[in-house]
C-alpha cells in the first residue's frame, strides 16, 4: 500500500493477557518509530529502528514492552502482562532517511488498546 | 530534557477567520519541526516540516513558521473552513536519531 498500516486497529485485552501490534512502514522506509499517546494527550515516543537495528529504546515504559524489526520492514510491539494504563493507541511511523535532519515521518491510523 | 507546549488547547471560531495556533519549545538545538493534523480516532497527517535552517513552509493556505533563538513556532491557518476541525500537533525533531518530542496538540473547531 502507499502508507503506513497497522493492525489491529481495536485490541481489547484482560488485564494480565500479552498482545502484539504489528506496523507495516511504507515500503523502502529505513527509519521506524513506535508512539504512545494517551487519551487526551501528544503521542510520546517508544522506541527507534533503523532497519532492523533498534538504535532507541528509551522510551518503552518497562520491561514489558518489546519490539522488533527482524527483516528491517514490519515491526511488532509486544506487550507482555498487559496492565490497565498501557491502554492507549499505539502509533508507528516510518521516513526514508536514518536520523535527522531530513527525517519526516509518516503515521499510520493507529491501533487501540483497551485493557480491561 | 526538550519540552513541547502548544496554546491555546482549544480554539473554536467562525468559518472563513484567519488564525493562528502556538508552538513552543526549551530548548533551540533542534534539527526540525513537524505539524501534523489528527482527525478523531484516526492517526497523524502530516502538514507541514520545517528544517532548522528554515525560517518557513507553506502549504496552500497553511503557513508555519519558526523561530529557533526564541524557542517558538506558529501555524497560521487562512480563511478557515469547518473541514478545518481537528486537533493540530506540534512536534520537534531534537535527537540525531529523529525521534520526535509532542506538544499535547490544539484542538480547533470552525463553525459554519
Known amino acids: 500500500g502507499a502508507g503506513v498500516s497497522q493492525s489491529p486497529r481495536y485490541k481489547v485485552a484482560k488485564r494480565g493477557q500479552d498482545v502484539a501490534l504489528r506496523c507495516d512502514p511504507i515500503?523502502?522506509?529505513?527509519?521506524l518509530f513506535w508512539y504512545q499517546q494517551a487519551l487526551g494527550q501528544g503521542p510520546e515516543f517508544l522506541t527507534y529502528f533503523q532497519n532492523e537495528a533498534q538504535l532507541d529504546k528509551s522510551g518503552l515504559p518497562s520491561d514489558r514492552f518489546f519490539a522488533e524489526r527482524p527483516e528491517g520492514s514490519v515491526s511488532t510491539l509486544k506487550i507482555q502482562r498487559t496492565q490497565q494504563e498501557d491502554s492507549a493507541v499505539y502509533l508507528c511511523?516510518?521516513?526514508?532517511?536514518?536520523?535527522?535532519?531530513?527525517?519526516?515521518?509518516?503515521f499510520g491510523p493507529g491501533t487501540r488498546l483497551t485493557v480491561l | 530534557k526538550q519540552e513541547v507546549t502548544q496554546i491555546p488547547a482549544a480554539l473554536s471560531v467562525p468559518e472563513g477567520e484567519n488564525l493562528v495556533l502556538n508552538c513552543s519549545f526549551t530548548d533551540s538545538a533542534i534539527y526540525n519541526l513537524q505539524w501534523f493534523r489528527q482527525d478523531p480516532g484516526k492517526g497523524l497527517t502530516s502538514l507541514l516540516l520545517i528544517q532548522s535552517s528554515q525560517r518557513e513552509q507553506t502549504s496552500g493556505r497553511l503557513n508555519a513558521s519558526l523561530d529557533k533563538s526564541s524557542g517558538r513556532s506558529t501555524l497560521y491557518i487562512a480563511a478557515s473552513q469547518p473541514g478545518d476541525s481537528a486537533t493540530y500537533l506540534c512536534a520537534v525533531g531534537s535527537s540525531n536519531t529523529g525521534k520526535l518530542i509532542f506538544g499535547q496538540g490544539t484542538t480547533l473547531q470552525v463553525k459554519p
Open positions: 515500503s523502502g522506509h529505513v527509519s
Open positions: 511511523a516510518s521516513s526514508s532517511h536514518a536520523g535527522a535532519p531530513y527525517n519526516e515521518q509518516f
